[in-house]
């Protein structure tokens, strides 16, 4: 039997006027609040009738329940907000049939706007004898009297009222947009969007980049003057939240914990782990290795002066085509929790990071998060990550190093967080490597940004029998026998393990032994660097890679405690990729500056040679330098004419050189 009204308002009064719900009255307007807050189960207890009658109408439900409540506190505006129902509803399963229902979404928050008065009661003057009229506002769409109610006036039409702000009401109103968790998201499927809207003391309660949970109904949106047939869905929110445990956490449950307890135990649990990345790809077991230790990550380090370490890894890999860079990537969002994936070739600097957008429901802006910031703690996989241009490229590097993206466009100044490890791609400038050339010389990168990377790999597809006959056996198998590619851990399970690890794993840094590896390993190569004429072969950002790779080999472990073979496996590792991309091809030797600025100091010396040249042969002509002057006199110095060129044309775009007139060169000064 359906409730009445009196019934409702009868039941509604019994459950407002209850003790346990008075307290939470007091504690409300003893703090200020301008809402009353319940769980679902609390009004089930009470009525279920209630309850039902909230999921079928919560239009009328919170119509009657906010009217009661500002007359119980005298307090205008007093809302009741509900929350925790017992089920989400997924945003890409909402269907016409749930419009006007009373439902619980959980996502990522992709926007929100700024916050904005939305009129309440509006008080309206009549332009011909003064008559003000109040009306509230219950709809979308601001409505004026027809007619004015003065027997000696009868003034009617669209300019015969005037809108007298002074004496009309407002609260405060804030569009959103909400999108699918990543994890919700199988086979490749398209996250849904849904447009929602806050009002009052609940809006700026979360920022872009968020997990939320949100309740409240979705009801039908038609612009103004438009007579169209499709509408939009929008989110009522009544409350919304920003769970403490991440939507990922949500998922073990207790029957997950006791499977890796038991997996713990297993002294192969490293091996294992590591063999169940990306099984169906062959070989690269080093790579594989290191996009292990990126899964599980290291604790941030927070400082006393405010200021914050990362504790994500980012790794980039570079290498010829067929190389199985694009698939792993893609393997390796869809395990990581709040794993998303995304390429270069097509995202902007706000496709990445953040931009501002104009909002559809409000007319006016919103901050829209990129592809970093709703990766905020999982790992954002970027394909393709040469294609960016600078801009983009630069947009990023507070995001990577800083783990946050300021913001401040269309008026919206923000800073949001993307504390996400980076996997990154990227493909040489001709196509394939060359062994002879420097590795920075054939990436497209900023070497600035290049640093920010903890490891780096090369993947080369050179022709060796031993290796080719494997690969291709282990792709016959796949199309053969696609069940022999099993994993020792299934991907559902790895992922778990992972949310397990970072919430219960932090691996303190304190094994002496430990701490006086890594530190014989960094001061052994700096004072090689100290003797004359040898280039830098690391720094300080090596370091702390190595500390981060460390403590994420420990967590990987699942052990409290960052022992030798931790610190060993990390120097292992960072030894490996400085060996790959920082050895100077021409001198033979590793040297950082490769990837820190971009040029090894051989080169870099040639280059100073260069422009003294040109700096003497200034003097001598006591103007510009001629060009074939200063190859010749560079030939004697064993510097070829080819990089006497490359000087030339890149001190140009630098602004350093400009040449008066062809055949000469001459310093800026």
């Known amino acids: ?67 009661l409540l500002e007359g119980i506190t005298k307090i205008p505006g007093m809302k009741l907000r509900v929350k925790s129902l017992d089920k989400s509803v997924d945003i890409k399963d909402i269907r016409a049939k749930d419009m006007g229902k009373f439902i619980q979404i959980e996502g990522i928050l992709l926007r929100a706007s700024e916050i904005r008065p939305e009129i309440k009661i509006a008080t309206f003057r009549c332009k011909r004898c003064g008559e003000e009229y109040r009306r509230e506002q219950i709809g979308d769409y601001l409505i004026e009297p027809l007619v004015c109610e003065n027997p000696n006036c009868k003034a009617r039409g669209a300019n015969a009222f005037e809108l007298v702000l002074e004496n009309t009401e407002f609260c405060d109103w804030q569009s959103l947009g909400f999108q699918d968790l990543p994890s919700k998201l199988k086979g490749g499927r398209m996250p849904r969007h849904l447009d929602g809207i806050v009002r009052d003391d609940f809006v700026d309660r979360a920022v872009p980049g968020d997990y939320v949970i949100a309740t409240g109904y979705v009801q039908p949106f038609q612009k103004f003057g438009k007579k169209e047939k499709i509408l939009k869905m929008v989110f009522i929110v009544n409350h919304i939240e920003v769970p403490k445990k991440g939507a990922e956490e949500a998922e073990l449950t207790p029957e997950d914990e006791e499977k890796i307890k038991e997996l713990i135990k297993d002294p192969e649990l490293t091996d294992k782990i590591i063999k169940s990345i990306a099984p169906a790809i062959s070989g690269h077991e080093i790579i594989k290795e290191a996009v292990a230790l990126q899964l599980f990550g290291s604790d941030p380090v927070e400082l006393p002066d405010g200021s914050r370490v990362r504790g994500d890894i980012h790794i980039l890999l570079s290498g010829d085509p067929g190389t199985a860079k694009s698939q792993l990537l893609n393997w390796v969002a869809s395990v990581a929790p709040r794993g998303v994936y995304t390429s270069g070739m097509k995202s902007t600097g706000a496709g990445l990071t953040a931009t501002a957008v104009r909002d559809e429901i409000g007319s006016g802006w919103t901050l829209e998060a990129g592809a970093l910031v709703i990766a905020d703690g999982g790992l954002a996989a970027i394909d393709e990550f040469e294609k960016m241009d600078k801009e983009d490229s630069a947009a990023i590097l507070e995001s990577m190093e800083q783990q946050t993206i300021s ?42 940004l290049l640093s920010r990377f903890d490891l780096i790999f090369i993947l080369r597809d050179d022709p060796k029998e031993v290796d080719d006959a494997r690969l291709t056996k282990h792709i016959i198998s796949i199309h053969s026998k696609p069940r022999s590619l099993k994993a020792p851990i299934p991907p559902d399970l790895l992922r778990k393990m992972v949310i397990y690890a970072k919430k219960n794993v932090h691996p303190a840094f304190t094994d002496k032994e430990a701490q006086q590896l890594i530190q014989d390993f960094y001061t ?23 500390i981060r790779l460390a403590k994420a080999h420990a967590r990987m472990r699942f052990s409290q405690k960052v022992t030798v073979e931790d610190a060993r496996k990390a120097i ?84 350093t050189l400009y040449a008066p007139k062809e055949g000469l060169i001459a310093r800026v000064k």
């Open 1 to 67: 039997m359906a409730l009445t009204n009196s019934d409702l308002r009868e039941i509604l009064e019994n459950f407002l006027y209850s003790s346990s719900f008075e307290k939470k009255i007091r504690k409300a307007v003893a703090s200020g609040q301008k809402s009353v807050v319940v769980t679902y189960d609390e009004i089930v207890e009470s009525d279920e009738k209630l309850a039902k009658f909230l999921l079928e109408n919560p239009k009328e439900f919170f119509r009657l329940s906010d009217s």
């Open 524 to 546: 052994k190569q700096r004072r090689i660097a100290s003797q004359k004429g040898h280039p830098l072969p690391i720094t300080a950002r090596q370091l702390e890679s190595i």
């Open 572 to 655: 292992q590792l960072v030894d490996y990729c400085l060996k790959q991309v920082g050895l100077d091809v021409e001198a033979g030797v590793v040297d950082i500056d490769t990837v820190m600025t971009g040029m090894p100091r051989s080169q870099r010396e040639k280059l100073m040679t260069v422009l003294q040249i040109i700096e003497e042969l200034e003097k001598e002509y006591g103007g510009a330098a001629p060009v074939e002057q200063v190859k010749r006199i560079a030939l004697e110095k064993r510097i070829d004419e080819d990089f006497v060129e490359y000087v030339i044309e890149e001190e140009k775009k630098r602004g």
């Open 407 to 448: 913001i401040a466009k269309a008026g919206i100044v923000a800073r949001l967080n993307t504390r996400a490890a980076v996997l990154a791609a990227t493909n040489p400038k001709g196509g394939r490597f060359d062994p002879n050339m420097n590795f920075a010389s054939q990436i497209p990168l900023d070497p600035v």
